[in-house]
Structure formats: C-alpha cells, structure tokens
C-alpha cells in the first residue's frame, strides 16, 4: 500500500489558485462552459415584485437560480435580501403581498386571481434551509401560501 502513494504525484496547490478555476458568466454566474444566457427572456414585464429572501449559504452555490431570476426581471421587479433572519422587512411588505411556500393552507398559484399581490416572497435555500428562514421570521404567518405544482413533463 505505501508503493502506491509513493508512486501518485505531490499535490501542486497552485491547481487551486483563481488562474486555473474556470471562467464564469458575469449574468448568469454559471460557469461559462454551461451558461444559459442565450435561453433567457429579458425584462419579461411583470406588475408582481419579486422579493427574494436568500439564505446566506445559497450565495456560494455553483448552479444558483436567482441570477437567472435577476436576468429576467426587470430591476425594479427583482430585489435580494440576503440574511437568516428576516423580522426587520416588514415595511418592504406593506402592500399586499403572498408568500411561495408549500404547506396545507398553500393556495395554488393558477388559482390566483391577476393582480391580487403586489408583492411575491421566495425563500432561496434549501428545504431545511428555507424551513428554518419560515420558522425564524413569525410575520410570514400572516400572508397567504402560494405553491405551485407543475403538471406538465418537462423532461423526456
């Protein structure tokens, strides 16, 4: 066993530096080999804001969505709040706002009638993640649930 890792080359750290980690798209923070920007729409107009609370360790993530979110919308429409605990954004949400989070009182999205949020709020994380920013910030008890169950078969 010791000829065998006598035998596998030191390890050269400079295969970590930033010279050698591969470029990334400065609008979908992919990496460039796998970027998705010729697929997305530009300032899709929207009336609804999109409030996006994200947990902190989503900003690190390779494959993250919200900068695909951020291309599409326009800025006006797209704003990002970065933290673990919300209670201090409540005057962001003084109009009416609904909530993308799945549970029993969750309406479904279709089911909404155009217009009736101003404000859409989206939990980035993962699911215990996004469990624990629910769970952590008591306000969003008062706003509507909205989920979505997506029918169709996108894949094939």
């Not at 591969?22 to 460039?32: D, M």
């Not at 947990?55 to 690190?60: D, G, L, N």
């Not at 980035?124 to 629910?134: C, E, H, I, N, V």
Request: charged share 25%.
């Amino acid at each position: 066993m010791d000829d065998l890792f006598n035998e596998l080359p030191d390890f050269d750290p400079s295969c970590t530096t930033d010279s050698v980690r591969r470029s990334t798209c400065q609008n979908c923070a992919r990496p460039s080999t796998v970027c998705v920007c010729h697929f997305i729409k530009k300032h899709i107009p929207v009336k609804t804001k999109v409030i996006v609370l994200q947990h902190p360790a989503e900003q690190t993530r390779q494959l993250r969505t919200v900068p695909l979110l951020k291309a599409a919308l326009p800025e006006d429409k797209c704003q990002v709040i970065v933290g673990k605990r919300f209670n201090d954004i409540e005057e962001l949400l003084d109009r009416p706002t609904a909530l993308l989070f799945p549970g029993k009182d969750a309406v479904e999205c279709s089911e909404v009638p155009p217009g009736k949020y101003e404000q859409l709020v989206c939990l980035d994380g993962t699911w215990p993640q996004a469990r624990r920013l629910y769970q952590k910030s008591l306000f969003f008890t008062c706003y509507q649930k909205l989920c979505y169950h997506h029918t169709e078969k996108v894949y094939t």
